[in-house]
């Protein structure tokens, strides 16, 4: 099955039940479609609450703009003092080398700067951006981004890292991919090799439902391990996909078990037309607060909400201690409430 990418590719595969109607055109026309292989063989077009669909076709929703959604949610460009650079923290920059996915998920907050064919860095404007973290010495850390930077071949991502480890500075390469769950075969002994270079090399890998870690999915994770390459975890919380206890629990124990730590939980972003995905904060925190006590720490991801503006990370999570008086109310996993005193001394 090739990648399908448009609306009459889906419609033809039996993915559009209420058929290609003049909205679902539109939505079409402003957004990119793909679909790979890997994720088209897990869709069930019965199931009109399929968490795989919800995930990658297109509906008529996302012609429904909120006022306060934004074509650049979490305010990229107001940091992005070079080509390809988002510099919002002192310490770490975004490296974004392309603008292509293998997938493109409905709910994406680049979803105004990403389609196919998205260019990728010209030689030119990755000089300029290897140079501006040059320039940096304070910056340790750099996110390999895009789209997805795992859609380069492994001669011209080996070529980055290489770059990359000859600035004495850094001591920290990321890089935040789908493709090892949405196209498992790209994951190549080539492309671990390629990853590996002088500097440390992370992978934060981006999946939302379980039903996505395929055995193919688990043996390119597997390859990446097994190669060196630690695996870190990113979802975002999504009404519809994930926003059962059940769901998260059975998500974040299998990447567990495939040795991949669960590192954050996205709050859904202000992206144009994505209203139907997000769940209330709220909501978000109850759930998360519910996975404290039934599951292992190393199940954990930090819950996050993206601020609007450039303005960074902010954690969500209900804070399970409250100050009272001289001492603390902690709430347990059961919801208990205990007082707790650390140093401050008794009064009569």
């Not at 909120?66 to 949610?73: M, N, R, S, V």
């Not at 770490?92 to 979803?111: D, G, Q, T």
């Not at 395929?214 to 996909?241: E, F, H, K, N």
Request: net charge negative; aromatic share 4%; with cysteine.
């Amino acid at each position: 099955m090739p990648v399908l990418r448009d609306l009459d590719g889906l419609a033809a595969a039996g993915l559009v039940p209420g058929g290609v109607t003049p909205a679902l055109r539109a939505v079409a026309d402003r957004y990119a479609i793909a679909i790979t292989p890997a994720m088209a063989e897990l869709i069930d077009p019965a199931d009109p609450d399929d968490p795989i669909t919800r995930q990658f076709v297109p509906t008529e929703a996302e012609g429904v703009q909120l006022p306060q959604e934004q074509p650049d949610p979490i305010g990229d460009t107001s940091h992005s003092p070079v080509p390809g650079i988002v510099h919002r923290y002192p310490d770490r920059v975004l490296l974004k080398l392309l603008h292509a996915c293998p997938v493109y998920c409905r709910f994406c907050f680049r979803r105004e700067m990403v389609g196919p064919g998205g260019d990728a860095l010209s030689g030119e404007a990755l000089a300029t951006a290897l140079a501006y973290i040059r320039q940096h010495p304070a910056i340790w850390e750099v996110i390999l981004t895009g789209g997805d930077p795992l859609m380069l071949s492994p001669r011209r991502l080996a070529e980055v890292i290489a770059a990359l480890g000859e600035i004495d500075h850094l001591g920290l390469v990321r890089l935040h991919t789908r493709v090892p769950v949405v196209e498992p075969e790209r994951v190549s002994d080539a492309l671990v090799a390629a990853l590996r270079g002088a500097k440390a090399t992370w992978l934060l890998l981006h999946t939302n439902h379980p039903r996505e870690l395929t055995s193919a999915a688990a043996a390119a994770i597997g390859r990446l391990v097994d190669g060196g390459i630690p695996v870190l975890s990113q979802s975002v919380l999504l009404r519809g996909v994930n926003d059962t206890p059940e769901t998260l629990s059975s998500l974040m124990r299998r990447l567990v078990e495939l040795r991949v730590k669960p590192h954050y939980l996205h709050q859904g972003d202000l992206a144009p037309g994505t209203a139907q995905f997000r769940v209330p904060i709220a909501e978000g925190q109850a759930l998360v607060a519910g996975l404290r006590g039934h599951l292992s720490g190393l199940c954990q991801p930090t819950y996050l909400l993206d601020l609007p503006g450039g303005h960074g990370k902010v954690p969500l999570a209900a804070a399970a201690v409250q100050p009272d008086g001289d001492g603390w109310l902690a709430t347990d996993w059961q919801g208990g409430v205990h007082r707790y005193r650390d140093n401050t001394p008794a009064t009569a």
